[in-house]
Every structure is written in structure tokens, then in C-alpha cells.
């Protein structure tokens, strides 16, 4: 049972395009949804969140939108950068219990070409 | 500030052996969490250690244990290994403030391989 689906297992685009990643989830108790990055040999590192509440959430280069209805959240990279290959988990956070967890998707992985 | 430090970065066992993984959490975080990522998958949560109690656990045996230290530090027990336990485990620490955001800082995992 995938609570946290990430449909596409690769994305390429050209530097300076729009990086857009996937995320669907099954959930309706998730209370954060969060985007994580991963360089080879590296744990993952935190990237952005959005609260459950919201429908977006901007850092710099960065977006996530969320839309509740469709149960799907979106990450928007703007420009991409040859840097920001990687791969991209996508994550929900509940509490259950009175401990917090994260709900992990498989993975998208981006490469970015110069 | 030093970050989640974990030990050590590769090992190789053989099926019906134990094996301990350490990991030191990051300055302030009182929290530590397990997680699993076999090839492929994303990580999945195995448990988690607040104040030196387990408050959460995931689908995993009992042969999956672990401990929290009072310096915060923790190691996670796998008794009677199996060929399917080969993955990157990875710890992750979180300051109290995060609890409810899920906000997680990881190290860099270890990799065990059982054959």
C-alpha cells in the first residue's frame, strides 16, 4: 500500500527551463508534505515544505504547490541549474502515536543538461 | 554545528548474523529516527526515539531494535539477518521545534550487505 506515489522515476531538462516534479498520495491525514534531495553517496536534505493548510509555498527557485482536492503536490524549479541534478524524494509527515514519521515516494531522479 | 554522523559507511555481513549501526544526531536535536531504503525504493520508516524512549514504530520484526543514548546518540540492533536487509540505513535527528513539521536532518547512511 503506496501512500506516496512519485509516477515519474526520471526527469531531463535543458538549464534554465522549468523543472516541474510529481507527487501524488493517498492520505488525507498527512500533515506536512515536505521535498527532499539526494546527491549519490549523501543522506537526503531538506528542500521545502508545505503545511497541510496551504496551497503554496515559494523559496527562492523554489515552489511546491499543493492541491488537496486532487491529492497531488507539485515542486517547481525556476531555472533549473546543472547543479540541482539529483534525485527528489517526495515526503508526507504524520504524527501517529505521539511519534512523527515521513512517508516516503520512490524517487524522481532530475538531471538538469548545460 | 556538526550534522548527524553515522557509522559505519559500509559493511558486509552474512545471513543469521547481528549487526549494530551507530549514529551521533546533530547539536540540540533530541529526537533520532531509523529509516531503511532498499535500491529503488525510498526510505521507510523503522522507528523512532524520543528521550531515550521508543514513541513510534514502523512494519519491521522485532529483530529490529534500537537505543537511545542520553547524549542523544542512538544504534539500531537487526538480529538474524536476512538477504532482504541489505539497504542504506539512514538516521535522521530532529530539534523539538520540528516535531510537528517532520522536518528531518539525515546523515549519510550506512550500507549494509548481506550474502
Known amino acids: 500500500d503506496q501512500q506516496v506515489k512519485q509516477n515519474s522515476p526520471s526527469l531531463s531538462v535543458q538549464e534554465g527551463r522549468i523543472s516541474i516534479l510529481n507527487c501524488d498520495y493517498t492520505n488525507s491525514m498527512f500533515d506536512y508534505f515536505l521535498w527532499y534531495k539526494k546527491y549519490p553517496a549523501e543522506g537526503p536534505t531538506f528542500l521545502i515544505s508545505?503545511?497541510?493548510?496551504?496551497d503554496k509555498n515559494e523559496d527562492g527557485r523554489f515552489t511546491v504547490f499543493l492541491n488537496k482536492s486532487a491529492k497531488h503536490l507539485s515542486l517547481h524549479i525556476v531555472p533549473s541549474q546543472p547543479g540541482d541534478s539529483a534525485v527528489y524524494f517526495c515526503?508526507?509527515?504524520?504524527?501517529?502515536?505521539?511519534?512523527?514519521?515521513?512517508?516516503f515516494g520512490k524517487g524522481t531522479k532530475l538531471t538538469v543538461n548545460p | 554545528e556538526t550534522g548527524v554522523t553515522q557509522s559505519p559507511t559500509h559493511l558486509i555481513k552474512t545471513r543469521g548474523q547481528q549487526v549494530t549501526l551507530r549514529c551521533s544526531s546533530q547539536s540540540g536535536h533530541n529526537t533520532v529516527s531509523w529509516y531503511q531504503q532498499a535500491l529503488g525504493q525510498g526510505p521507510q520508516f523503522i522507528f523512532q526515539?524520543?528521550?531515550?524512549?521508543?514513541?513510534g514504530r514502523g512494519n519491521f520484526p522485532p529483530r529490529f531494535s534500537g537505543l537511545q543514548f542520553p547524549n542523544y546518540s542512538s544504534e539500531l540492533n537487526v538480529n538474524a539477518l536476512e538477504l532482504d536487509d541489505s539497504a542504506l540505513y539512514l538516521c535522521?535527528?530532529?530539534?523539538?521545534?520540528?516535531?510537528?513539521?517532520?522536518?528531518?536532518?539525515f546523515g549519510e547512511g550506512s550500507r549494509l550487505t548481506v550474502l
Open positions: 526515539y524520543y528521550r531515550e524512549e521508543e514513541n
Open positions: 535522521a535527528s530532529s530539534p523539538e521545534a520540528s516535531r510537528r513539521t517532520g522536518e528531518l536532518f
Open positions: 515526503a508526507a509527515a504524520i504524527t501517529q502515536g505521539g511519534s512523527e514519521k515521513l512517508v
Open positions: 508545505i503545511s497541510s493548510i496551504k
